[in-house]
């Protein structure tokens, strides 16, 4: 599947990373398990326990984290969603 990482600017969509493949995100209306964690002034993202990539912080630009998911026709449901402080 794709993915990509953008910043809403409030009144369009930067990409900090354009759309890439990885073979780690399940398709056909499988169920996937995304995770983000915060560490050495970087987001590091996850999908089923796979590492997809390291993307710097920059408190002046990310205020929060959103997901999105955008295939036409395809219901989407977030669940299970957890923000915790790492030990």
């Not at 409030?10 to 983000?36: C, E, R």
């Not at 590091?44 to 796979?50: L, Q, T």
């Not at 002046?60 to 219901?75: A, P």
């Amino acid at each position: 599947g794709l993915y990509c990482f953008t910043r809403w600017t409030g009144s369009d969509w930067f990409y900090i990373v354009d759309y890439v493949f990885s073979p780690h995100i399940k398709q056909g209306g499988a169920a996937n398990t995304v995770s983000v964690a915060r560490r050495d002034g970087g987001l590091e993202f996850y999908v089923n326990g796979e590492y997809l990539r390291t993307v710097e912080w920059r408190s002046d630009i990310m205020e929060s984290i959103g997901l999105f998911v955008g295939t036409e026709g395809m219901h989407v449901s977030f669940d299970n969603v957890k923000v915790f402080e790492l030990q």
